[in-house]
């Protein structure tokens, strides 16, 4: 696996490792073999094996179980939050060059149809989408694979991050109603955070200027920018200056015509009480919107388009 750059690769395997003897010390010290902890989590012995061996990416609830178990007072799940896993987690091949361009962007934004950008993906959402192609090793392998990539972008000292979801992401439903209220109420927490710009483009505007595909717009430390699109299985990288002025045009022309983050929110907020969550939809929305109203003073670019109602979906 390509490595996205020598020192964090170094400073990721040493942090690794470091995990993997920690829990082979607590496990020796409470008697019990790889086998025995294996039963108790539950899992395979050779997941016990290879996290020990910093051959695995850990998650969180397997940190949390090896606590537990082996009364450490949550030593392994602090240890496992301070761990940027991101270099140790595979990529397919053809998908690296982006991996390690989001782990040096100062700026992405992105323009995304049908699904949710996987930066967005709630956990929940994650699982539904990759199970429906695979299971098993696989599958929870490709769910850390696309959960690590967010650590970076959803903190709060994270890169600049702008999103434009056409309608379509919202009402796509992936895995169930419950799956899909989830991941509406991960898009309105996220969206608070005060690098990240969530706007939805709504379906009924025939008149909005959209990009043709899915596309990011990455910006690197130097200056260079790239625009980044997919097809099925493989990833499309250009910096002609004069295809990223045409597509960039778009994008914040988009950016523009779209719902603001406010209106956004609310209409999320409403999908989110269509999957059937009506309580916490509308306690997060009420959060949204102080959030919107407060960045948007800070700004001082007021917004004063009235929202329009928008049928909800029946479920």
Same mark, same amino acid.
Request: aromatic share 12%.
């Given at each position: 696996m390509t490595k996205r750059n020598p020192a964090a690769s170094e400073l990721a395997a040493t942090t690794a490792q470091m995990f993997g003897e920690l829990l082979r010390h607590y496990r020796e010290s409470a008697g019990l073999t790889q086998e025995a902890l294996a039963r108790l989590i539950p899992c395979d012995r050779s997941q016990v094996a290879r996290v020990e061996a910093a051959k695995r990416v850990p998650t969180d609830t397997f940190a949390r179980a090896c606590d537990e178990i082996l009364g450490t007072g949550g030593v392994l799940l602090r240890l496992w939050g301070r761990i940027d896993w991101y270099p140790e987690v595979q990529h397919p091949d053809w998908f690296e060059r982006r991996a390690e361009m989001d782990a040096e962007a100062v700026a992405l934004h992105e323009y995304q149809v049908g699904v949710v950008p996987g930066l967005l993906q709630a956990p929940e959402y994650v699982h539904a989408l990759f199970a429906r192609a695979m299971n098993g090793d696989e599958l929870e392998e490709r769910v850390r694979a696309r959960l690590s990539r967010q650590q970076r972008f959803l903190s709060e000292d994270g890169?600049?991050?702008t999103v434009v979801l056409d309608e379509s992401c919202l009402r796509t439903v992936i895995g169930n109603a419950d799956v899909m209220r989830t991941q509406c109420a991960h898009l309105l927490r996220v969206g608070r955070l005060p690098n990240v710009f969530i706007q939805v483009a709504p379906a009924?505007?025939? &008149?909005?200027?959209r990009p043709n595909a899915p596309m990011s717009l990455i910006r690197l430390p130097d200056g260079h920018e790239w625009?980044?699109? &997919?097809?099925?299985?493989?990833g499309h990288f250009n910096d002609d200056p004069a295809v990223l002025s045409r597509h960039t045009r778009t994008y914040h022309g988009l950016r523009a015509d779209a719902l603001s983050a406010r209106e956004s929110g609310a209409l999320i907020s409403d999908l989110m009480e269509g999957y059937g969550h009506h309580g916490t939809a509308r306690s997060e929305r009420g959060d949204l919107d102080q959030e919107q109203l407060q960045r948007g003073q800070r700004r001082k670019l007021p917004r004063s388009r009235p929202r329009i109602p928008r049928p909800r979906p029946r479920t």
């Open positions: 890169p600049l991050y009924q505007n025939a &008149e909005l200027h625009i980044y699109s &997919e097809s099925l299985d493989s």
